[in-house]
Protein backbone atom coordinates (compact mmCIF):
# COMPACT_ATOMS: atom_id res chain seq x y z
CA UNK A 1 0.00 0.00 0.00
CA UNK A 2 1.28 3.40 -1.03
CA UNK A 3 2.47 5.70 1.21
CA UNK A 4 2.88 9.35 1.05
CA UNK A 5 6.44 10.95 2.67
CA UNK A 6 5.10 14.15 4.73
CA UNK A 7 7.69 15.99 6.27
CA UNK A 8 7.91 15.86 10.23
CA UNK A 9 6.66 18.97 11.42
CA UNK A 10 9.79 18.78 14.17
CA UNK A 11 12.65 16.57 13.73
CA UNK A 12 15.41 15.80 16.21
CA UNK A 13 18.59 13.82 15.36
CA UNK A 14 21.54 13.24 17.10
CA UNK A 15 20.94 16.04 19.70
CA UNK A 16 23.48 16.34 22.19
CA UNK A 17 22.93 19.21 25.31
CA UNK A 18 23.79 20.12 28.81
CA UNK A 19 24.99 22.85 30.99
CA UNK A 20 28.43 24.03 30.96
CA UNK A 21 30.59 21.11 30.62
CA UNK A 22 27.82 18.44 32.23
CA UNK A 23 26.71 16.40 29.33
CA UNK A 24 22.44 15.63 29.74
CA UNK A 25 21.69 14.58 26.43
CA UNK A 26 23.78 12.38 24.12
CA UNK A 27 22.07 11.92 20.74
CA UNK A 28 18.71 12.18 21.09
CA UNK A 29 16.39 11.13 18.34
CA UNK A 30 12.52 12.55 18.15
CA UNK A 31 10.39 13.14 15.56
CA UNK A 32 6.72 14.74 16.00
CA UNK A 33 4.59 14.67 12.83
CA UNK A 34 2.04 17.23 11.78
CA UNK A 35 -1.09 17.33 14.00
CA UNK A 36 0.54 14.46 16.59
CA UNK A 37 0.65 15.18 20.06
CA UNK A 38 3.86 14.09 22.05
CA UNK A 39 4.55 13.43 25.38
CA UNK A 40 8.08 13.61 26.63
CA UNK A 41 7.58 11.24 29.92
CA UNK A 42 10.59 10.29 32.58
CA UNK A 43 12.10 10.36 36.06
CA UNK A 44 13.20 13.26 37.48
CA UNK A 45 16.42 13.94 36.25
CA UNK A 46 16.14 12.45 33.03
CA UNK A 47 16.43 15.40 30.62
CA UNK A 48 12.93 15.95 29.78
CA UNK A 49 13.80 19.95 30.40
CA UNK A 50 17.24 19.75 29.07
CA UNK A 51 15.34 18.39 25.94
CA UNK A 52 12.76 20.83 25.77
CA UNK A 53 15.11 24.20 26.54
CA UNK A 54 17.58 22.75 23.71
CA UNK A 55 15.48 22.26 20.85
CA UNK A 56 13.84 25.58 21.54
CA UNK A 57 17.07 27.68 21.96
CA UNK A 58 17.49 28.15 25.19
CA UNK A 59 20.54 25.47 25.39
CA UNK A 60 23.62 24.83 23.08
CA UNK A 61 23.26 21.92 21.38
CA UNK A 62 25.25 19.49 18.97
CA UNK A 63 23.30 17.04 16.30
CA UNK A 64 20.14 18.40 13.94
CA UNK A 65 16.59 20.21 15.04
CA UNK A 66 14.34 20.89 11.95
CA UNK A 67 10.61 23.12 12.59
CA UNK A 68 8.44 22.90 10.41
CA UNK A 69 11.35 22.03 7.28
CA UNK A 70 13.56 24.85 8.94
CA UNK A 71 16.99 23.97 10.25
CA UNK A 72 17.45 25.42 13.60
CA UNK A 73 21.11 25.15 13.83
CA UNK A 74 22.27 28.07 15.82
CA UNK A 75 19.10 29.58 16.78
CA UNK A 76 18.22 31.13 19.67
CA UNK A 77 14.81 31.72 21.65
CA UNK A 78 13.74 34.35 19.59
CA UNK A 79 14.86 32.93 16.19
CA UNK A 80 12.59 29.69 17.50
CA UNK A 81 9.31 31.77 18.26
CA UNK A 82 10.08 33.57 14.94
CA UNK A 83 9.93 30.05 13.34
CA UNK A 84 6.76 29.19 15.39
CA UNK A 85 8.38 27.09 18.35
CA UNK A 86 8.09 28.47 21.57
CA UNK A 87 8.59 27.24 24.90
CA UNK A 88 6.42 27.03 27.95
CA UNK A 89 8.31 27.47 30.82
CA UNK A 90 7.08 25.22 33.53
CA UNK A 91 5.34 26.55 36.76
CA UNK A 92 3.35 29.63 37.52
CA UNK A 93 5.57 32.59 35.94
CA UNK A 94 2.38 33.69 34.48
CA UNK A 95 0.27 37.35 35.30
CA UNK A 96 -2.19 35.81 38.04
CA UNK A 97 -4.45 38.86 37.52
CA UNK A 98 -4.40 38.73 33.58
CA UNK A 99 -6.22 35.92 31.64
CA UNK A 100 -4.22 33.13 29.83
CA UNK A 101 -5.08 34.78 26.65
CA UNK A 102 -3.39 38.23 28.47
CA UNK A 103 -0.57 35.90 29.54
CA UNK A 104 0.04 34.70 25.75
CA UNK A 105 -0.39 37.97 24.05
CA UNK A 106 2.55 39.10 26.47
CA UNK A 107 4.74 36.08 25.36
CA UNK A 108 4.88 37.27 22.23
CA UNK A 109 5.20 40.92 22.80
CA UNK A 110 8.18 41.50 21.02
CA UNK A 111 7.29 39.70 17.98
CA UNK A 112 4.48 42.13 17.87
CA UNK A 113 6.16 44.86 18.57
CA UNK A 114 8.71 44.08 15.40
CA UNK A 115 6.24 43.33 13.31
CA UNK A 116 4.17 46.61 13.65
CA UNK A 117 6.66 48.83 14.56
CA UNK A 118 4.53 50.64 17.61
CA UNK A 119 3.50 49.72 20.74
CA UNK A 120 0.99 47.06 21.33
CA UNK A 121 -2.63 48.15 22.47
CA UNK A 122 -1.92 46.02 25.28
CA UNK A 123 1.28 48.04 27.05
CA UNK A 124 0.82 51.99 28.08
CA UNK A 125 2.99 53.31 30.79
CA UNK A 126 4.75 50.59 31.13
CA UNK A 127 0.87 48.47 32.83
CA UNK A 128 -0.23 45.76 31.19
CA UNK A 129 -4.17 46.20 30.31
CA UNK A 130 -6.40 43.57 29.29
CA UNK A 131 -7.54 43.68 25.35
CA UNK A 132 -11.24 43.60 26.80
CA UNK A 133 -10.04 47.12 28.33
CA UNK A 134 -9.09 48.01 24.84
CA UNK A 135 -11.13 50.33 22.22
CA UNK A 136 -10.19 47.91 19.43
CA UNK A 137 -9.77 44.27 19.16
CA UNK A 138 -7.51 41.41 18.35
CA UNK A 139 -7.81 38.91 15.58
CA UNK A 140 -6.32 35.89 16.29
CA UNK A 141 -5.76 33.01 13.71
CA UNK A 142 -4.60 29.23 13.41
CA UNK A 143 -2.48 28.62 10.49
CA UNK A 144 -2.64 24.42 10.14
CA UNK A 145 0.60 22.83 8.73
CA UNK A 146 -1.07 21.93 5.22
CA UNK A 147 -1.05 25.81 5.25
CA UNK A 148 -4.91 26.81 5.78
CA UNK A 149 -5.90 29.40 7.99
CA UNK A 150 -8.72 29.38 10.38
Known sequence: ??????????????????????G????VDL????????????PNGAGKTTLL???????????????AGRDLAGAGPRDTVQA????????????TQLTVLDNLLLAIYDLRLRSSRK???????GRVR???????SWRWRRVWSDGHVS
Open 84 to 95: GLAHVIEGHRVF
Open 119 to 125: SPPSATN
Open 24 to 27: ILHG
Open 1 to 22: MPTSAVEPLLDVVGLSAGYGKI
Open 130 to 136: SPAANSR
Open 53 to 67: RAVSGLLPWSGSVCF
Open 31 to 42: TVGANEVVAVLG
